[in-house]
């Protein structure tokens, strides 16, 4: 069984710039504990859960300024007392608060994979996209309703309906020849034009042609990255790399080089560098940035991201490096 057959199609989304006020009425409108962030392209770019929207910084206030902090954020734009209010929460967004990067999940992962990502991860629910953009998502009681459902069978329809059928890619359909009256002369000056503006234009034909395989075969890769998923013994793999690496005075070590365009902005804030770059990350990528946040950061290791090379001008392959050696000054 897919994604696609146990995922949530309506999903509540939020625009990066949604205040938490209106996102906390929304999250109870709805019944939802989170949402994901997505950008113009319907790319995800973050997850906002009930969690998230805790004032951190009033963790240790007592009870009565969490309650009046809370009564604050719902009420979306009724009077209450000044001493209710709280401005510096009000005008955080969805951008502010959100979690990044986040961990997808392509239409067609299998839901064993999918447990084993929320497991490994210890997230409550994945986005699932299609060509980079948004289509559903799966939690964990999406998982429980497939166990505890009967036994489905073991052959596909012929012919699904619903979501699944939108995305079929249909052939158009073929036309006829067009053949020529018997009685026209067998030349013609028109003819030998029209012949030469075919060869042109087959020409220009072949190179937009090129140029569009040369792009799927990038977008292919990016997909790549994105579907595959880190598994325990690939990341073991990696830190024995690694600590070979160290065994031969290295400093550091690549752990996965990509094309730039697996980051939501096409590595602009890798390049720069700007220091919320790991919000960009995604697939791959993002699923070994986690973790390293989750088992080697507590350790002492260093997470840094460079730009490889910069064809035409613009950022090409970037690598993720774990640093455990002092930087030279």
Known sequence: MRAHDVMTEDVLTLAPDTPVSRIAALLLDRGVSAAPVVDGHGGVIGMVSEGDLINREEAGADHEARRDWWLALVAEGEQLPAYWADAQNRERTARDVMAAPVITVDINTDTADIARLLMTHGIKRVPVVLDGSLVGIVSRADLLKVLAAEPAEKTEPAHRPGLFQRWERKAPPAQAPVREPAHEPLFRAADFRHLVGNFHDENARQLAEQR???????????????DHHVADHGWHKLLEGAHDAAARGEKEFLLLRFPAELCSDGARAINAPEPDWPRTLRGEAAEIYQRWHHELQPAGFSLTARVLDFPNGFPGDVGLFLV??????
């Open 212 to 226: 569009k395989e040369a792009l799927v075969r990038r977008q292919e890769k990016v997909q790549e990255l994105i």
């Open 324 to 329: 455990w050696g002092e930087a030279e000054g």
